[in-house]
Structures are given as structure tokens and as C-alpha cells.
């Protein structure tokens, strides 16, 4: 594959954010774009199959969004409805698996009043306008200002699978009869499956402290992510009825208490544990050559250490084999990843603190794979910058209709943050006054990106 060193030739967009450029993932030349910015906590995105991606805000808001057009439409507000607090809020969304003609999408939020606060699963109808028609499938979940899980996910008989966190009742998770600390599985109208571990309860696996990550991986298996104490962020294997420790067992069961508890208790252990944590979110499994070096691993966002992180599996799909991280600091805290249809991935960015201090950095940006015709559009217009990433210093090299002009280094938001006078073809600049992140190098209306490390 052919290496072009510059590859950025846009304007400043018109709200200031981040707008498109390309970047090296190892051999493969990527183009970045933020499809939407200025978002309130966007906790889960889904690409739906009316082309459009569809996405929750924390504080109530359910959005679809073109992403062609890069124009959203807000189509269901219940911010008044929504006890947003902390990690609380409207959290997890699913579309019904045959959504084209049943055009329905389930949601998950926190509701009440503190200390009185509940969860509910609710399915609206989309009438090609606005989601309405609320029925409630499952409510009165205890719930708190953290630890709510709240991922859905549809398996292929149509099943419901939702997680939900121990709401801060650490007992709860090993209490069958809570639905607390669980992966619940459920029918569309808030049945319980009569081939649940249990045809009595909505059990399905249990054992867990708040589950931020559930999803298809290769071979019909299913994979977790899933947030430990101040060790122990895990990744994992679900299976139906098994125990995953919590909070008996943080991570692996290598204590000598957890080895006995986990030999008693069916316990399945991680396939990975993190410690220090990372604070893992939701993931998928990507599978396509188009960008090889993501290709068939389970990608999964992060929110503390704020990069995705790629995870090779052996074939049965029960070994890590490998981890690589990508995108680290370059687009904040990391909540949420989806594929659309031209194996592009979506971002959903969460700024760059656990409160959300910045809303403007909350954002979906958008990373797509090369094609070969989109290679060979590209031209070797303007300056060049290397190395990209680049740690202390900058070389930048310039064409003769550049010199005189000014070289101005931008954040993510188009605020200046550095400016020089260009008087030489060729010249260096001085990063060490940076903080790692994304930048905008701008010199005679043409901007490129430069990610500081
Ligand atoms: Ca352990």
C-alpha cells in the first residue's frame, strides 16, 4: 500500500472541531472525521439499517443521525423523564433485529427520585418521525447514580439480553433473586424465555459489578467488558448460568479465598483482567481486510485510558492471544464503537474527564478504511510534517508559496494555540509545551492533523 504523507486537504470547519484528515494505522492510511459534535455524554451508537446512526445522550436524548449529510434529528426527548446523575441516565439502546419492518427500539434509563432510584427497559415504535408509543418491558430495577450496566444486546432468536449493575448492593450480584449484578435475558414483551437457565426468573448470568460492554464476537459467542474495584477491569467469555465472581472474586480466581469460592461456584474467570483499570466500554468484533491491522479482533473503547484497544483471540474464541491499542489520547474518553456499512467505525468520544466538564468534546468521529479508488484520488498537495505522531519536535516542509505566510497549530476546537512566521522552505517546530493529543496544523489554508505523544 502506497504511503502518502499528507493527506489533509480541507478547510476549517465551520464550528471550529476536529474536522477530516488521514492517519497512518500501521501500513493502513485511514480518514478521520467528526460526523457530530457538541453532545451530552453519547453512551450508546448503533448503526442502523435505514442508513442512519442512531444514539442515546445520557441526560434523555435518543438522536438518528445521517451520516452523509452529517444532519441529526432528534426523535425522542425525555430529559424530564430521566434521573440523570452521575453515570446514571438514559444509558443503552437496542433496534429490533428486524427493524425495517418492525420498526422498534428499546431503551435503557435510570427514572425516580434519589435515594429512590429505579431502571426500566421500554420499547418506543419509530413512526418515521419520532419514537412514541412507550411500552414499559421491565421496571423496578434498583438502580443508583453508578453501577447500572444497561448494555442490550439481540441474540438470533430474538431473545434480549440487558446487563445491569450492582447499583452499589454488592450482595445483590450473587442474590439470584435480585435482578441486580446480572445479564438478564428476556422476551420482546418482558417474558421470561422458558429456556432461561431458570424458566422462572430472568437470570442468565450473575456474579457481576456493571457490566459497560456486551456484544457478538466470532462463532455466535459473546463477549463482556466489565468495570472492577480499583483493580480488575475484566474482559470476558459469557455463558449461560455461569457465576463471574463478584464481588467474591475480583479478576482471576488466584487468591486462596477466590480458589475456593471459585471451585464451589462455577465461577468463570476473565479471559483478560486489568490492573491498573482501564475502564473498559462497549466493543465489537471487526472482520475485514480492508484494514488489516484491526482485522479479526474484538475492539473495544476505553474510557480511562482513553484508546480503543484491539484483542486477538484464539480460534475456539477463548484465549486472549494478543492486545494492541489504537487511537490512544487522541479523541478523549472512549464510551462506545459501532461498524457501518463500508467497514467504517464509529466513535462515540466522552471528553476528557469522568464529569462532563466540556460537552463540545463530546463527539462521534468517524474512521475509514482505504479503498483503492479513494487511494489513488489523493495528491500530494501542500506542506509536510513528520513524524506524525510526533513527540518534542516537528520538521515541516513548505512550498515556495508558503513562505511569509503564518504556520498555526490549533486544538481540536480551532482555538489558536501556537504561531510561527514561515521563512524558511524547511524549519522545526517546538512541541514540548504540548499536551499529547490531536492538533491542527494550519499554514496557507491548509490543514493537516498532528497527533502529539
Ligand atoms: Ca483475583
Known amino acids: 500500500m502506497k504511503k502518502i504523507y499528507i493527506s489533509l486537504l480541507i478547510l476549517l470547519p465551520l464550528n471550529g472541531a476536529f474536522s477530516q484528515s488521514t492517519l497512518m494505522i500501521g501500513n493502513t492510511e485511514v480518514t478521520i472525521d467528526t460526523v457530530y459534535t457538541g453532545l451530552d455524554v453519547p453512551w450508546e451508537i448503533q448503526y442502523g439499517p435505514d442508513g442512519n446512526l442512531w444514539f442515546t445522550e ?13 444532519t441529526r434529528t432528534i426523535v425522542l426527548d425525555i430529559v424530564d423523564d430521566v434521573y440523570q446523575e452521575y453515570e446514571a441516565g438514559l444509558l443503552g439502546m437496542a433496534l429490533h433485529p428486524d427493524f425495517e419492518n418492525t420498526p422498534e427500539v428499546f431503551i435503557v434509563y435510570t427514572y425516580g427520585t434519589s435515594p429512590n432510584v429505579l431502571e426500566k427497559l421500554v420499547k418506543y415504535t419509530y413512526n418515521g418521525t419520532a419514537l412514541v408509543n412507550p411500552v414499559i418491558v421491565l421496571d423496578n430495577i434498583t438502580a443508583y ?4 450496566g444497561s448494555r442490550l444486546l439481540f441474540l438470533p432468536d ?8 450492582d447499583a452499589q448492593d454488592q450482595p445483590a450480584a450473587q442474590d439470584l433473586s435480585s435482578l441486580n449484578g446480572k445479564i438478564l435475558r428476556l422476551n420482546m414483551d418482558g417474558s421470561i424465555p422458558a429456556d432461561n437457565p431458570s ?25 463482556i467488558s466489565e468495570h472492577g474495584p480499583t483493580t480488575d477491569d475484566e474482559f470476558q467469555l459469557l455463558l449461560p448460568d455461569r457465576n463471574y465472581g463478584w464481588p467474591d472474586v475480583e479478576g482471576y480466581c488466584d487468591l486462596p479465598a477466590e480458589q475456593s469460592f471459585c471451585g464451589q461456584n462455577n465461577v468463570e474467570e476473565p479471559l483478560m483482567a486489568w490492573t491498573p483499570t482501564i475502564a473498559p466500554s462497549d466493543l465489537i468484533y471487526y472482520d475485514n481486510d480492508a484494514f488489516p491491522e484491526l482485522d479479526d479482533k474484538i475492539l473495544m473503547t476505553v474510557l480511562k485510558d482513553k484508546k480503543v484497544r484491539a484483542i486477538t483471540l484464539n480460534v475456539p474464541g477463548n484465549h486472549v492471544m494478543d492486545e494492541e491499542d489504537y487511537f ?37 468521529i468517524r474512521i475509514t478504511p482505504p479503498t483503492d479508488a479513494s487511494l489513488g484520488e489523493l495528491d500530494n498537495t501542500g506542506f509536510q510534517m513528520y513524524p506524525n505522531p510526533a513527540k ?32 524558511s522552505p524547511k524549519f522545526m517546530l517546538d512541541l514540548t509545551k ?4 490531536v492538533y491542527l496544523v494550519e499554514m496557507n489554508g491548509v490543514v ?6
Not at 58 to 70: A, E, I
Not at 204 to 210: D, M
Not at 332 to 359: C, F, S
Not at 448 to 453: H, K, M, P, R, T
Open 328 to 364: 490512544t489520547d487522541m479523541f478523549g474518553r472512549l464510551r462506545d464503537i459501532a461498524m457501518g456499512p463500508q467497514k467504517e467505525l464509529y466513535l462515540a468520544t466522552n471528553g476528557a474527564e469522568w464529569m462532563n466538564i466540556d460537552p463540545n468534546t463530546h463527539s462521534i
Open 58 to 70: 445520557r441526560k434523555g436524548l435518543v438522536s438518528k443521525l445521517d451520516p452523509v449529510t452529517k
Open 199 to 223: 424458566p422462572t426468573s430472568y437470570v442468565y448470568t450473575f456474579g457481576h459489578r456493571n457490566i459497560q460492554g456486551l456484544n457478538h464476537g466470532p462463532n455466535d459467542r459473546i463477549y
Open 145 to 148: 447514580t453508578t453501577h447500572n
Open 392 to 423: 518534542n519536535l516537528l520538521t515541516i516542509e513548505v512550498k515556495a508559496v508558503d513562505l511569509g505566510s503564518d504556520c498555526i497549530i490549533r486544538d481540536l476546537q480551532g482555538k489558536e494555540i501556537q504561531q510561527q512566521k514561515i521563512t
Open 158 to 165: 430474538n431473545t434480549l439480553l440487558m446487563s445491569t449493575g
Open 448 to 453: 493537516q492533523s498532528l497527533i502529539v505523544n
Open 434 to 437: 504540548l499536551e499529547k493529543g
